[in-house]
T-cell receptor, first 111, second 113 residues
Framework: LAKTTQPISMDSYEGQEVNITCSHN???????ITWYQQFPSQGPRFIIQ???TKVTNEVASLFIPADRKSSTLSLPRVSLSDTAVYYC????????????FGQGTELSVKP | DTAVSQTPKYLVTQMGNDKSIKCEQN?????MYWYKQDSKKFLKIMFS???????INETVPNRFSPKSPDKAHLNLHINSLELGDSAVYFC????????????FGEGSWLTVV
């Protein structure tokens, strides 16, 4: 199973770009890499998903190197409302449905 | 309409009681989960059902018993509640075709006193 490792916490200021890296050394060949965001008192919600290279949506970008052993979530120009916990997800449905979350990165955005 | 809904949102109960948390998803997904999140924010998978069949049981005390009457519902019953059961319990669902995209409920805050 793909165990993930990511920094426990990060601090940033409004308007900065934030990059959070997750390592998933034993991710399966056909598994996607997915990131979730969780605000206090809410359930995690999907941000972005990718398989390799780069994926971009209206919220974030996801960079995945060729070896797929890590991925970087990039949040452009963060605001106070981006303060949340960000989870990198390794594993997938192909591994018997066991979707394992890492410990998450607590991002604090300051004014 | 809420995609994954769970009730109750808050539950305060005494040690030794038995309680249930209910979950329903209207996304047509074939797989549902229960996750437990403790005070350290760690999301730990507890159970997973696929089309009403238990496929994952992650070394959870047998005081916890999930029940899936149909593939849109997954309830969690907890017997003889202990202080350490205090946590936030999240129901979630996904589908084979959606890859890793899991849809979570809003959580049920359980406090055992």
């Amino acid at each position: 199973l793909a165990k993930t490792t990511q920094p426990i916490s990060m601090d940033s200021y409004e308007g900065q770009e934030v990059n959070i890296t997750c390592s998933h050394n034993n991710i399966a060949t056909n598994d996607y890499i997915t990131w979730y965001q969780q605000f206090p008192s809410q359930g995690p919600r999907f941000i972005i998903q990718g398989y390799k290279t780069k994926v971009t949506n209206e919220v974030a970008s996801l960079f995945i190197p060729a070896d797929r052993k890590s991925s970087t979530l990039s949040l452009p120009r963060v605001s106070l409302s981006d303060t949340a916990v960000y989870y990198c997800l390794g594993g997938g449905y192909n591994q018997g449905g066991k979707l394992i979350f890492g410990q998450g990165t607590e991002l604090s955005v300051k004014p | 309409d809420t995609a994954v809904s769970q009730t109750p949102k808050y539950l305060v109960t005494q040690m030794g009681n038995d309680k249930s948390i209910k979950c329903e998803q209207n996304l047509g997904h074939d797989t549902m989960y229960w996750y437990k999140q403790d005070s350290k924010k760690f999301l730990k998978i507890m159970f997973s059902y696929n089309n009403k069949e238990l496929i994952i049981n992650e070394t959870v005390p047998n005081r916890f018993s999930p029940k899936s009457p149909d593939k849109a519902h997954l309830n969690l019953h907890i017997n003889s509640l202990e202080l350490g059961d205090s946590a936030v319990y999240f129901c979630a669902s996904t589908n084979r075709v959606s890859g890793n995209t899991i849809y979570f409920g809003e959580g049920s805050w359980l406090t055992v006193v």
